[in-house]
């Protein structure tokens, strides 16, 4: 069968392997249909020094497909099914994973495609517990969106930050794939919604998302903006991701006891901040890493209801390159999908 392998930095190439043997018990088979791509897949391509992996290894840290076949004592899906899968190697037996929080397990053997081999081959066999049923009414390039782009916006926004119906919130990059997902979901529960981007272009198109409040951070001072639209109150919530270039920025937007949530640092993991502003206005700040199982389920309820991803581009299996540098160029406005 296919897959596509990174073999060294910035080497990926389409090669074939070995079928995985039936599933056993307690497993299914899946035949991948489509892939979404993420930053984690742009720092593997780039060959991150803090990924301990054994080359060549399988790309791919979400992605969607159909039940193949399925091992003994499987219950809770038959063949054609449509399914997603959860991104990460859990014990399933830890107490974190006992509790439904596969993201906090105690003996992570890995994230997929970053760590260990991941989804970008046509044929994987995986833990039934670790696969999420895809309802009818959402296509394979929606459903692969939904272990990252909507589930740790999901986790984010609802589990850690504790996101209330009409709140305010600044949403950092507006046009990346959590970004997109963060307005949406903001919007539905009657947010005003505040958001960063780096041109007009996007502006407009997170304005027709619903956006509330557009700020281009190439010509703006966005915390010099938030501000002033508040009236130098701040916002409830800021949703973070961008990491040293927005960090501090990000806190002087915040209301008082206000909450920051935060997934990445795409801009540099290390910062400097002023302690004495986070206890005096007793700001709440939340580390938040992928989702639970059950962000994903709840993801894909809210797609099947109509609040799909936003797709920048589709590619082919063949053109899976294109697709990172296009992500790489921070030219989307979106998700990117490879489908097989």
């Given at each position: 069968?296919?897959?596509?392998?990174?073999?060294?930095?910035?080497?990926?190439?389409?090669?074939?392997?070995?079928?995985?043997?039936?599933?056993?018990?307690?497993?299914?088979?899946?035949?991948?249909?489509?892939?979404?791509?993420?930053?984690?897949?742009?720092?593997?391509?780039?060959?991150?020094?803090?990924?301990?992996?054994?080359?060549?290894?399988?790309?791919?840290?979400?992605?969607?497909?159909?039940?193949?076949?399925?091992?003994?004592?499987?219950?809770?899906?038959?063949?054609?099914?449509?399914?997603?899968?959860?991104?990460?190697?859990?014990?399933?037996?830890?107490?974190?994973?006992?509790?439904?929080?596969?993201?906090?397990?105690?003996?992570?053997?890995?994230?997929?495609?970053?760590?260990?081999?991941?989804?970008?081959?046509?044929?994987?066999?995986?833990?039934e517990r670790l696969v999420v049923p895809v309802p009818q009414n959402v296509s394979f390039e929606d459903a692969a969106c939904a272990p990252i782009g909507f589930g740790t916006v999901q986790h984010m926004l609802f589990d850690n930050a504790k996101l209330e119906p009409g709140e305010s919130i600044l949403v950092h990059a507006g046009g990346s794939g959590i970004g997109t997902a963060a307005i949406k979901m903001a919007k539905?529960?009657?947010?005003?919604?505040?958001?960063?981007?780096?041109?007009?272009?996007?502006?407009?198109?997170?304005?027709?998302?619903?956006?509330?409040?557009?700020?281009?951070?190439?010509?703006?001072?966005?915390?010099?903006?938030?501000?002033?639209?508040?009236?130098?109150?701040?916002?409830?919530?800021?949703?973070?991701?961008?990491?040293?270039?927005?960090?501090?920025?990000?806190?002087?937007?915040?209301?008082?006891?206000?909450?920051?949530?935060?997934?990445?640092?795409?801009?540099?993991?290390?910062?400097?901040?002023?302690?004495?502003?986070?206890?005096?206005?007793?700001?709440?700040?939340?580390?938040?890493?992928?989702?639970?199982?059950?962000?994903?389920?709840?993801?894909?309820?809210?797609?099947?209801?109509?609040?799909?991803?936003?797709?920048?581009?589709?590619?082919?299996?063949?053109?899976?390159?294109?697709?990172?540098?296009?992500?790489?160029?921070?030219?989307?406005?979106?998700?990117?999908?490879?489908?097989?």
């Amino acid at each position: 069968m296919r897959s596509l392998q990174l073999f060294g930095d910035r080497d990926l190439r389409i090669t074939e392997m070995d079928a995985p043997p039936p599933p056993a018990a307690g497993e299914v088979q899946i035949r991948v249909k489509a892939l979404a791509l993420n930053y984690l897949d742009v720092w593997g391509f780039r060959g991150m020094a803090f990924a301990k992996r054994k080359m060549p290894q399988a790309v791919g840290v979400e992605a969607s497909g159909e039940i193949a076949a399925v091992g003994q004592g499987v219950t809770k899906f038959k063949v054609g099914d449509k399914v997603t899968m959860y991104g990460a190697e859990t014990c399933g037996h830890c107490k974190a994973c006992q509790k439904g929080w596969d993201n906090l397990c105690e003996n992570v053997a890995g994230i997929m495609g970053f760590h260990i081999d991941g989804f970008a081959r046509e044929l994987i066999n995986r833990p039934e517990r670790l696969v999420v049923p895809v309802p009818q009414n959402v296509s394979f390039e929606d459903a692969a969106c939904a272990p990252i782009g909507f589930g740790t916006v999901q986790h984010m926004l609802f589990d850690n930050a504790k996101l209330e119906p009409g709140e305010s919130i600044l949403v950092h990059a507006g046009g990346s794939g959590i970004g997109t997902a963060a307005i949406k979901m903001a919007k539905a529960i009657g947010c005003e919604v505040f958001t960063t981007v780096g041109d007009d272009e996007k502006g407009a198109k997170a304005k027709a998302l619903g956006a509330d409040h557009v700020i281009n951070y190439r010509t703006e001072r966005f915390e010099g903006e938030v501000r002033r639209l508040t009236k130098r109150k701040g916002v409830d919530v800021v949703f973070e991701h961008v990491g040293v270039d927005t960090w501090n920025g990000s806190l002087l937007c915040l209301k008082r006891g206000g909450r920051l949530v935060t997934c990445g640092s795409t801009s540099g993991v290390s910062t400097t901040m002023n302690l004495m502003q986070l206890f005096q206005q007793q700001y709440r700040i939340f580390g938040s890493f992928g989702c639970r199982i059950e962000n994903i389920a709840q993801s894909l309820d809210k797609m099947a209801a109509g609040m799909t991803p936003v797709i920048d581009s589709v590619f082919k299996l063949e053109d899976f390159q294109q697709g990172l540098e296009r992500l790489e160029s921070r030219k989307v406005f979106g998700k990117v999908v490879v489908t097989f």
